[in-house]
């Protein structure tokens, strides 16, 4: 009888997000009377900026022509998009990336998960811990993990992101092949200065290692001198792959388009220890298992690389560290202390009690969804993560329902 990977039966038991769902849907259900007002999921809400609207339309009439009519694409991206985000993304911070070193895909999810496959079976894994669940579930899915004991899977260095270390680990004593990085950090909001970046890169460069760089809240950065880029520290390009998403920066979440950077003179070795460049290899797996994202839907995110682009994506993020700000300030004067909400769409918040627990009070009593920090490892208990992700006025609404249930 066909099998199957046995690897996936380590997983814990369900995905964090379904088990908020069973327990809101759950409320709603008991209570269809008192609307429930949703600041957990990381999704955005507010409609795609006029530049990418007026782009999608003007691809789908050249798309209505023979003329102007494109089939398939570059399986990598299309040069225009791979050469405006070389210039705008990376030149315009001081950062070397060539437009061929970056591949275009349908999101940073896909491509944070799929990356591992690259890489060999025994590769030694350093995960922070409360983590984006992504890293660590195709890790187990590809075996290279244990059991889960405890909360934690067996193989895996995890970096605690506590209050005690200002929630940015920093390299471990131990040598990791692997490492992820994720700044402005989901879940906690908490940002990495350019010198606790140099230690990483450091350490990767003495262990011949590589560091996976999740820079899916980049646009949030606001503080001067935060890099938004793991390239903006010298030696990067050696060790590091960096992911960035257009789902915040433009509320891509519902369209799709994301990138890549795999610097070309990035090396790993074989078993026989001859090197070979991961760009060779993640466009080999690239161009097999993936055919490109739609010519509109790349005509939509070049469009943001515009001054009126510019000027639009700012006001979105704008708008939502706006209603980070007025969070934050609300969770203080509660009592509580938190971090994040100043360069990220995410507070992280010292609940001084079990997550689950102060989740469901917050469902219970203010009809507010959040999300437990337990769900992301086990230094996220005593936490929740509340997303700054909806309109003013249901953040308002939250908040003073918030105020009114913890008084
Ligand atoms: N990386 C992190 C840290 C995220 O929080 C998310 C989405 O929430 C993603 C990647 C996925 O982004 P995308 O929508 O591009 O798949």
């Known amino acids: 009888m066909i099998r199957i990977n046995e690897h996936f ?7 964090l ?26 999704d955005v809400t507010e409609p795609l900026p006029p530049v990418c609207i007026a782009a999608l339309h003007a691809a789908t009439e050249e798309m209505a022509h023979r003329a102007t009519f494109k089939g398939y694409g570059p399986e990598q991206g299309y040069a225009f998009l791979r050469e405006a985000i070389a210039q705008h993304d990376f030149k315009a911070l001081g950062a070397h990336v060539e437009p061929d070193e970056v591949f275009i895909s349908d999101g940073s999810k896909c491509d944070v998960a799929n990356i591992q496959e690259i890489f060999a079976a025994d590769t030694r894994l350093a ?3 409360p983590v984006y669940p992504v890293y660590v579930d195709t890790n187990v899915m590809a ?4 059991a889960n004991a405890d909360g934690r899977y067996t193989g895996i260095t995890y970096l605690d992101s506590t209050a005690a270390n200002g929630y940015v680990p920093a390299p471990p004593a131990t040598p990791a092949d ?11 909001g908490a940002v990495a200065t350019r010198a606790q970046l140099a230690a990483w ?17 980049e646009s949030y950065v606001r503080t001067p001198g935060i890099p938004r880029s793991i390239y903006e520290i010298e030696g990067a390009r050696d060790v590091a792959i960096e992911f960035r998403s257009y789902s915040k920066l433009a509320g891509f979440t519902g369209l799709r388009c994301a990138y890549t950077v795999v610097p070309k003179n990035l090396k790993a070795r074989d078993a026989s220890g001859a090197e070979h460049a991961v760009h060779a290899l993640w466009n080999r797996r690239h161009t097999t298992k993936f055919n490109g994202v739609s010519y509109p839907v790349q005509k939509a995110a070049a469009a943001i690389y515009t001054p009126a682009g510019q000027a639009q994506t700012r006001g979105l993020t704008d708008f939502y560290l706006g209603n980070a700000k007025l969070i934050r300030e609300a969770v203080t004067k509660l009592g509580l202390t938190c971090i994040g909400g100043d360069n990220a769409p995410y507070l992280w918040v010292n609940t001084g009690r079990d997550s689950w627990e102060f989740f469901d009070l917050l469902l219970n009593q203010a009809q507010v969804v959040t999300t437990p920090g337990a769900g992301f490892g086990k230094c996220g208990e005593g936490h929740v993560r509340i997303s700054a992700f909806n309109s003013r006025e249901n953040v308002t609404l939250a908040l003073a329902r918030i105020a009114a249930a913890l008084k």
Do not use: E, H, M, Q
Request: aromatic share 12%; hydrophobic share 45%; glycine share 6%.
């Open 201 to 217: 890169v450091a350490y990767a460069r003495k262990n011949n290692a590589i560091i996976l760089y999740d820079a899916a809240y």
């Open 127 to 129: 995960i922070p811990d």
């Open 143 to 146: 075996g290279r993990t244990g």
């Open 9 to 15: 039966t380590k997983l814990k038991a369900s995905y």
């Open 178 to 188: 692997l490492i992820y990085l994720c700044f402005p950090n989901n879940p906690t």
């Open 17 to 42: 997000f379904a088990d908020i769902a069973k327990r809101v849907n759950a409320y709603v259900a008991a209570n269809p009377d008192k609307p429930v007002i949703r600041l957990g999921i990381g």
